[in-house]
């Protein structure tokens, strides 16, 4: 069975440019995740999705980020503009269901460098 | 928001050797989880915890709750050269979301 997919698995990009990653979870997962990982950090929820509604997206800047899980299947997170500072590793996690058991299963990430 | 706190934070040992991480919380959590991630890949679930005080094997590590529900502990033992990597304690904060640590870095040497 094919896991979580990532793409682009890397990016280099200058500052003020937007930028966009894209999500395939594993086929019959309902919730997706977005997470951000500074350097030496363990990740940090984006946005969390239920099928297609995002349910929770309070630490997602606004200002700047977006996210889409149309049709409830793959999604695509968006920073325009970037800044230096959102040179991170963004990973993608998927789960079967929402309930505290239910195992996330990440993807490879996107490692973005801003220059 | 919750912060997870693991010690040490990088480790430099022996193939062959155990090894002991914890992760500690002034809160009081549900659920332990313990992840691992390679370079250039996400985190893979290890062992997860629902009880306080359950102790949980798989293969060479062992995980347990802590009584008080404010710490977890990791051990592998008989390192071997794959156990590189580095180990994060997690916890779930309301319905889903995972809360990491900052991770436990480990080096082996040959």
């Known amino acids: 069975e094919a896991g979580v997919v990532q793409s682009p698995r890397y990016k280099i990009i200058e500052k003020k440019q937007p930028v966009a990653f894209w999500c395939n979870p594993i086929s019959g997962h309902n919730t997706l995740y977005w997470y951000l990982q500074n350097l030496g950090q363990g990740p940090e929820l984006l946005i969390r999705y239920e099928n297609e509604e995002a349910v929770d997206d309070s630490q997602l800047p606004k200002d700047r980020f977006s996210a889409e899980r149309l049709k409830g299947v793959d999604s695509t997170l968006k920073i325009q503009p970037a800044e230096l500072g959102d040179s991170a590793v963004y990973l993608c996690?998927?789960?079967?269901?929402?309930?505290?058991?239910?195992?996330?299963?990440f993807g490879p990430g996107t490692r973005l460098l801003v220059l | 928001g919750q912060q997870l706190n693991q010690s040490p934070q990088s480790m430099f040992i022996q193939e062959g050797e155990d090894v002991s991480m914890n992760c500690t919380s002034s809160?009081?959590?549900?659920?332990w989880l313990w992840y691992k991630q390679d370079p250039g890949e996400g985190p893979v679930l290890l062992i997860a915890l629902y009880k306080a005080g359950e102790l949980t094997s798989n293969g060479r590590l062992t995980a347990q709750f802590g009584i008080t529900r404010k710490d977890s502990f990791l051990n592998i033992s008989a390192s071997i050269p794959s156990d590189v990597g580095i180990y994060f304690c997690?916890?779930?904060?309301?319905?889903?979301?995972?809360?990491f640590g900052q991770g436990t870095r480990l080096t082996i040497n040959p």
């Open positions: 996690a998927s789960s079967m269901g929402q309930g505290p058991w239910e195992t996330q299963y």
């Open positions: 809160s009081i959590f549900n659920t």
């Open positions: 997690a916890t779930t904060q309301g319905a889903q979301k995972l809360v």
